[in-house]
T-cell receptor, first 115, second 110 residues
Framework: GAVVSQHPSWVICKSGTSVKIECRSL??????MFWYRQFPKQSLMLMAT?????????EQGVEKDKFLINHASLTLSTLTVTSAHPEDSSFYIC???????????FGPGTRLLVL | LAKTTQPISMDSYEGQEVNITCSHN???????ITWYQQFPSQGPRFIIQ???TKVTNEVASLFIPADRKSSTLSLPRVSLSDTAVYYC???????????FGTGTRLLVSP
Protein backbone atom coordinates (compact mmCIF):
# COMPACT_ATOMS: atom_id res chain seq x y z
CA GLY A 1 0.00 0.00 0.00
CA ALA A 2 0.83 3.72 0.06
CA VAL A 3 2.04 4.03 -3.49
CA VAL A 4 2.66 7.39 -5.09
CA SER A 5 3.34 7.73 -8.80
CA GLN A 6 4.66 10.57 -10.91
CA HIS A 7 4.37 11.25 -14.58
CA PRO A 8 6.44 11.76 -16.58
CA SER A 9 9.55 10.19 -15.10
CA TRP A 10 11.71 12.46 -17.20
CA VAL A 11 11.14 15.34 -19.57
CA ILE A 12 13.28 17.47 -21.83
CA CYS A 13 11.93 20.78 -23.00
CA LYS A 14 13.04 23.97 -24.67
CA SER A 15 13.60 27.13 -22.71
CA GLY A 16 10.44 29.19 -22.44
CA THR A 17 8.00 26.32 -22.58
CA SER A 18 5.82 25.05 -19.75
CA VAL A 19 5.97 21.58 -18.29
CA LYS A 20 3.34 19.80 -16.22
CA ILE A 21 4.20 17.04 -13.76
CA GLU A 22 1.53 14.84 -12.25
CA CYS A 23 1.58 13.22 -8.83
CA ARG A 24 -0.95 10.55 -7.96
CA SER A 25 -1.66 8.58 -4.82
CA LEU A 26 -2.67 5.19 -6.15
CA UNK A 27 -4.13 3.39 -3.17
CA UNK A 28 -5.04 6.07 -0.67
CA UNK A 29 -6.59 9.48 -0.55
CA UNK A 30 -4.05 12.21 -0.07
CA UNK A 31 -5.42 15.21 1.74
CA UNK A 32 -2.01 16.83 1.60
CA MET A 33 0.64 16.65 -1.08
CA PHE A 34 4.07 18.17 -1.10
CA TRP A 35 6.45 19.15 -3.88
CA TYR A 36 10.21 19.03 -3.49
CA ARG A 37 13.13 19.87 -5.70
CA GLN A 38 16.51 18.23 -5.50
CA PHE A 39 19.70 19.32 -7.22
CA PRO A 40 22.60 16.90 -7.75
CA LYS A 41 24.38 15.85 -4.57
CA GLN A 42 22.02 17.96 -2.48
CA SER A 43 19.16 17.24 -0.14
CA LEU A 44 15.48 17.64 -0.91
CA MET A 45 14.14 21.16 -0.68
CA LEU A 46 10.47 21.66 0.00
CA MET A 47 8.84 23.92 -2.55
CA ALA A 48 5.20 23.92 -1.54
CA THR A 49 2.44 22.20 0.37
CA UNK A 50 -0.96 21.67 -1.17
CA UNK A 51 -4.19 20.63 0.45
CA UNK A 52 -7.00 19.26 -1.65
CA UNK A 53 -9.34 21.98 -2.78
CA UNK A 54 -7.31 24.91 -1.52
CA UNK A 55 -4.41 27.03 -2.66
CA UNK A 56 -0.91 25.77 -2.19
CA UNK A 57 1.39 27.21 0.45
CA UNK A 58 4.78 28.04 -0.99
CA GLU A 59 8.07 28.07 0.84
CA GLN A 60 10.04 31.26 1.03
CA GLY A 61 11.88 31.98 -2.18
CA VAL A 62 9.70 29.79 -4.37
CA GLU A 63 7.84 31.76 -7.02
CA LYS A 64 4.20 30.78 -6.99
CA ASP A 65 3.59 32.22 -10.46
CA LYS A 66 6.38 30.14 -11.88
CA PHE A 67 5.57 26.88 -10.13
CA LEU A 68 1.82 26.44 -10.39
CA ILE A 69 0.37 23.77 -8.15
CA ASN A 70 -3.10 22.32 -8.43
CA HIS A 71 -4.58 19.75 -6.05
CA ALA A 72 -8.00 19.27 -7.54
CA SER A 73 -8.74 15.82 -6.18
CA LEU A 74 -7.72 13.59 -3.29
CA THR A 75 -5.52 11.52 -5.55
CA LEU A 76 -3.96 14.01 -7.93
CA SER A 77 -1.73 17.05 -7.67
CA THR A 78 0.04 18.74 -10.54
CA LEU A 79 3.07 20.98 -10.70
CA THR A 80 3.46 23.18 -13.75
CA VAL A 81 6.80 24.82 -14.36
CA THR A 82 5.93 27.85 -16.45
CA SER A 83 8.34 29.44 -18.88
CA ALA A 84 11.03 26.99 -17.90
CA HIS A 85 14.67 28.01 -18.04
CA PRO A 86 17.85 25.95 -17.80
CA GLU A 87 18.21 26.81 -14.11
CA ASP A 88 14.89 25.03 -13.49
CA SER A 89 16.51 21.76 -14.54
CA SER A 90 16.29 19.56 -11.49
CA PHE A 91 14.75 16.45 -9.97
CA TYR A 92 11.20 17.13 -8.83
CA ILE A 93 9.68 14.83 -6.23
CA CYS A 94 6.19 14.79 -4.79
CA UNK A 95 4.96 13.18 -1.62
CA UNK A 96 1.52 12.50 -0.24
CA UNK A 97 0.02 12.11 3.20
CA UNK A 98 -3.37 10.63 3.88
CA UNK A 99 -5.93 11.60 6.47
CA UNK A 100 -4.82 10.59 9.94
CA UNK A 101 -1.55 9.27 8.61
CA UNK A 102 1.59 10.99 9.80
CA UNK A 103 3.81 9.27 7.25
CA UNK A 104 4.61 10.87 3.92
CA UNK A 105 5.10 8.60 0.96
CA PHE A 106 7.17 9.80 -1.93
CA GLY A 107 6.84 9.45 -5.65
CA PRO A 108 9.71 8.21 -7.82
CA GLY A 109 10.58 11.69 -9.01
CA THR A 110 10.63 13.51 -12.34
CA ARG A 111 13.85 14.57 -13.99
CA LEU A 112 13.44 17.86 -15.83
CA LEU A 113 16.04 19.09 -18.29
CA VAL A 114 15.51 22.48 -19.85
CA LEU A 115 17.63 23.19 -22.90
CA LEU B 1 10.50 21.97 13.37
CA ALA B 2 13.28 20.30 15.28
CA LYS B 3 16.65 20.42 13.58
CA THR B 4 18.47 17.15 13.07
CA THR B 5 22.17 16.39 12.84
CA GLN B 6 23.59 13.27 11.22
CA PRO B 7 27.02 12.16 10.10
CA ILE B 8 27.64 13.18 6.51
CA SER B 9 28.89 9.77 5.49
CA MET B 10 29.58 6.26 6.75
CA ASP B 11 31.38 3.28 5.31
CA SER B 12 30.65 -0.36 5.98
CA TYR B 13 31.16 -3.83 4.56
CA GLU B 14 28.66 -6.41 3.49
CA GLY B 15 27.24 -8.44 6.34
CA GLN B 16 27.97 -5.87 9.03
CA GLU B 17 25.46 -4.10 11.21
CA VAL B 18 25.27 -0.37 10.60
CA ASN B 19 24.06 2.12 13.16
CA ILE B 20 23.33 5.68 12.09
CA THR B 21 22.72 8.14 14.90
CA CYS B 22 20.71 11.30 14.55
CA SER B 23 20.69 14.14 17.07
CA HIS B 24 17.54 16.15 17.60
CA ASN B 25 18.05 18.10 20.80
CA UNK B 26 15.02 20.33 20.31
CA UNK B 27 12.52 17.54 19.78
CA UNK B 28 9.09 18.43 21.10
CA UNK B 29 6.69 16.27 23.08
CA UNK B 30 4.47 15.51 20.11
CA UNK B 31 7.29 14.92 17.60
CA UNK B 32 7.78 11.61 15.85
CA ILE B 33 11.06 10.42 14.34
CA THR B 34 11.04 9.11 10.80
CA TRP B 35 13.81 7.68 8.66
CA TYR B 36 13.88 7.56 4.88
CA GLN B 37 16.25 5.93 2.41
CA GLN B 38 17.04 7.45 -0.95
CA PHE B 39 18.80 5.92 -3.92
CA PRO B 40 20.16 8.12 -6.73
CA SER B 41 17.45 9.46 -9.02
CA GLN B 42 14.66 8.01 -6.91
CA GLY B 43 12.25 9.42 -4.37
CA PRO B 44 12.86 8.73 -0.69
CA ARG B 45 11.52 5.46 0.63
CA PHE B 46 9.99 5.22 4.11
CA ILE B 47 12.00 2.95 6.38
CA ILE B 48 10.72 3.29 9.91
CA GLN B 49 9.02 5.65 12.32
CA UNK B 50 8.94 5.81 16.08
CA UNK B 51 8.12 7.89 19.12
CA UNK B 52 10.05 6.26 21.96
CA THR B 53 11.98 3.16 23.03
CA LYS B 54 12.42 0.67 20.21
CA VAL B 55 10.63 0.00 16.96
CA THR B 56 11.48 -2.88 14.67
CA ASN B 57 10.24 -3.86 11.25
CA GLU B 58 11.41 -6.22 8.55
CA VAL B 59 14.22 -3.96 7.37
CA ALA B 60 15.47 -1.96 10.35
CA SER B 61 15.27 -1.10 14.01
CA LEU B 62 14.94 2.31 15.54
CA PHE B 63 16.27 2.96 19.01
CA ILE B 64 15.13 6.04 20.88
CA PRO B 65 16.49 6.78 24.37
CA ALA B 66 14.29 8.06 27.15
CA ASP B 67 15.20 11.72 26.62
CA ARG B 68 14.45 11.36 22.87
CA LYS B 69 17.20 13.82 21.99
CA SER B 70 18.71 11.33 19.62
CA SER B 71 17.78 8.21 17.72
CA THR B 72 19.69 5.41 16.07
CA LEU B 73 18.73 3.61 12.92
CA SER B 74 20.10 0.08 12.91
CA LEU B 75 20.47 -1.86 9.68
CA PRO B 76 21.30 -5.52 10.31
CA ARG B 77 23.72 -7.28 7.97
CA VAL B 78 23.89 -4.67 5.23
CA SER B 79 24.35 -5.59 1.61
CA LEU B 80 25.67 -3.64 -1.35
CA SER B 81 22.12 -2.60 -2.19
CA ASP B 82 21.90 -0.70 1.09
CA THR B 83 24.27 1.91 -0.31
CA ALA B 84 22.12 5.02 -0.23
CA VAL B 85 21.47 8.27 1.59
CA TYR B 86 19.57 7.97 4.85
CA TYR B 87 17.56 10.88 6.20
CA CYS B 88 16.36 11.38 9.75
CA UNK B 89 13.38 13.70 10.15
CA UNK B 90 11.46 14.92 13.14
CA UNK B 91 7.93 16.22 13.01
CA UNK B 92 4.75 16.59 15.00
CA UNK B 93 1.82 14.23 14.70
CA UNK B 94 -0.13 15.51 11.75
CA UNK B 95 2.72 17.84 10.83
CA UNK B 96 2.37 19.59 7.58
CA UNK B 97 5.86 19.52 6.19
CA UNK B 98 9.18 17.76 6.42
CA UNK B 99 12.49 19.57 6.35
CA PHE B 100 15.27 17.41 5.03
CA GLY B 101 18.77 17.79 6.40
CA THR B 102 21.91 16.66 4.65
CA GLY B 103 21.35 12.98 5.37
CA THR B 104 23.97 10.28 5.83
CA ARG B 105 25.56 8.80 2.75
CA LEU B 106 26.17 5.12 3.49
CA LEU B 107 28.61 3.22 1.30
CA VAL B 108 28.63 -0.55 1.62
CA SER B 109 31.65 -2.28 0.12
CA PRO B 110 32.24 -5.94 -0.69
Amino acid sequence: GAVVSQHPSWVICKSGTSVKIECRSLDFQATTMFWYRQFPKQSLMLMATSNEGSKATYEQGVEKDKFLINHASLTLSTLTVTSAHPEDSSFYICSARGTGNETQYFGPGTRLLVL
Amino acid sequence: LAKTTQPISMDSYEGQEVNITCSHNNIATNDYITWYQQFPSQGPRFIIQGYKTKVTNEVASLFIPADRKSSTLSLPRVSLSDTAVYYCLVGRRGFQKLVFGTGTRLLVSP
